[in-house]
């Protein structure tokens, strides 16, 4: 039954895709790094380098910068499954209902919390078809690419549905390949010798990257397994002449660090911790997996005519761990991934798009993950499609073509109504934000309290503004509480009462 859906979804899409000339067609690259924090390279993302952006060795990064555009505000949601839900679908996070990270059929991981209940959130994540319960029914990004003549390749981490569920499986979204991507979000291990955490000849659910298997004993490091890996993917469709839209979603950076031993040491003599100087290792080699891949595109005189996209799926895991040494370092930024803080969800972004995007250009307009959807199928040529869900985002085309492109009027929305870790550390659980131009406001579902500022001259959000511009609080209020209601957004309970949290303007 599932299989005849999928068909049926995938012939409605091609008689509905405007498709143009494939040889005339770019070839995408979405290089997604998972919790990749915003000063965590030497490519500075504010008006000015930081001392982590001097610890860092990342000179493809540099060399993506200088080929292309620099985003200084861009942006994703505060965990993984809702931005790669949003990525997929174009969707916003309170719209799709995929609010935390998702991993088991039909069980929240949401940690207990003394006042509050999580809603009843969509916890198995994205379904291309109809019927799979607690999921948003979407019709995803590589479904529509596939469908206009592009060879779809997924490599790395997925973690769309949950496990037992279709988007489990890349292949079930319409990716032609797949590669190591199934419904857990994290590793067992990167390392080789530890068969990436799976057990001596099978699949260790639910941490055991899958696949990979002449890998195994090897001292190959899980980012380079992935890269070659996708470098033989891409051979096909280079070799057919086919449009190409490679997913490279890296399980890099996220927990349990290993060290890498191409690069471990040099950090360490440069003085740093243990687990900072594996953090510092595996962020360098995500950048040599970057940089492996430009390499190739220009062996095969093809990068003129392929888009890459640079993106981190949250902010970085700047919490500390119990033996006191810190993961990443957000600072200025306040507060880190699972926060709707800048810490949270401002990322690094890089683009590059030979022949549109102005080398070496920085663009301050702020863009959300959600606006990949239709940005993508813009370059891609195809103009007319269907789709199931109602798109959220806004092609940032505009914004590569013309870098000093300014959108003041435009809000984005955050919204985590569930508590992602038992601790109630700075700004992470029960928020949401609104951001317009300059100003932002967050909502403390738990306390009822709002928080105004001006990030043009407080990106680390130090001072409160709300009762120094209560009116502009209110117009954001409101702005934030109508949004909100227009998705159905889901709101957390009260534990005593089982009363529904009131929105900000109805406090």
Not at 6 to 21: E, R, Y
Not at 119 to 140: E, H, K, R
Not at 273 to 281: D, W
Not at 459 to 487: C, F, N
Request: glycine letters at 8%; charged letters at 20%.
């Amino acid at each position: 039954m599932i299989k005849k859906h999928f068909i049926s979804l995938f012939m409605i899409l091609w008689l509905g895709a405007g498709a143009v000339d494939a040889q005339q067609r770019p070839n995408i690259i979405v290089f997604l790094v998972d919790d990749m924090g915003w000063q965590d390279c030497a490519v500075p993302f504010w008006t000015t380098g930081t001392a982590f952006n001097k610890r860092y060795r990342t000179p493809n990064m540099e060399r993506l910068a200088k080929d292309g555009m620099k985003f200084t505000n861009a942006y994703a949601t505060p965990v993984c499954s809702p931005s790669r839900v949003s990525l997929m679908t174009g969707m916003n996070a309170a719209h799709h209902s995929v609010t935390n990270w998702t991993l088991r059929k039909d069980e929240p991981v949401d940690a207990a919390d003394s006042i509050l209940l999580p809603p009843a959130w969509n916890v198995n994540g994205l379904s291309p078809v109809t019927g799979t319960i607690n999921t948003v029914y979407a019709t995803p990004l590589p479904a529509i690419l596939k469908s206009g003549g592009y060879y779809t390749i997924h490599c790395g981490k997925a973690h769309f549905g949950a496990m037992g569920t279709p988007a489990a499986d890349p292949l079930n979204i319409q990716f032609d390949i797949n590669i190591a991507g199934h419904a857990a979000g994290g590793l067992g291990s990167y390392l080789g010798e530890d068969n990436y955490g799976n057990k001596k000849g099978e699949h260790t659910e639910p941490w055991g990257v899958p696949g990979l298997v002449g890998y195994h004993g090897s001292d190959v490091f899980l980012t380079e397994a992935l890269t070659r890996e996708a470098l033989k993917a891409v051979a096909v469709p280079v070799d057919k002449q086919q449009p190409f839209f490679l997913y490279m979603a890296h399980y890099a950076v996220h927990i349990p660090y290993a060290a890498d031993k191409r690069f471990v040491q040099r950090y360490l003599d440069d003085g740093l911790p243990q687990k900072e100087a594996e953090y510092a290792a595996l962020v360098e080699g995500m950048d040599k997996s970057l940089g492996d891949i430009m390499d190739y595109l220009e062996k095969e005189n093809i990068a003129e005519n392929t888009v890459i996209i640079f993106m981190s799926d949250n902010g970085g895991f700047s919490m500390p761990p119990r033996s006191g040494e810190a993961f990443t370092h957000n600072l200025p930024l306040k507060s880190g991934k699972g926060s709707v803080y800048e810490g949270g969800v401002r990322v690094p972004m890089l683009v590059k798009w030979p022949g549109t995007v102005k080398p070496g250009s920085i663009a301050n307009q702020y863009v959300i993950i959600e606006d990949f959807f239709s940005t993508i199928l813009e370059m891609a040529g195809i103009k007319k499609y269907r789709k199931v869900q109602v798109v959220d985002g806004k092609s940032f085309i505009p914004i590569l073509k013309n870098p000093d492109y300014a959108d003041t009027a435009r809000t984005l929305i955050w919204h985590f109504p569930n508590k992602w870790i038992p601790e109630d550390g700075p700004g992470i659980n029960f928020k949401s934000a609104v951001r317009q131009g300059k100003w932002k406001l967050i909502y403390n579902m738990k306390t009822g309290t709002q928080e105004l500022y001006d990030l043009q001259s407080d990106i680390g959000e130090s001072t409160d503004l709300s009762e120094k511009y209560p009116k502009k609080a209110e117009v954001l209020s409101g702005m934030l509480s109508h949004q909100l209601r227009e998705w159905k957004a889901q709101q957390p309970t009260y534990k005593i009462s089982g009363k529904v949290v009131p929105l900000p303007d109805e406090r």
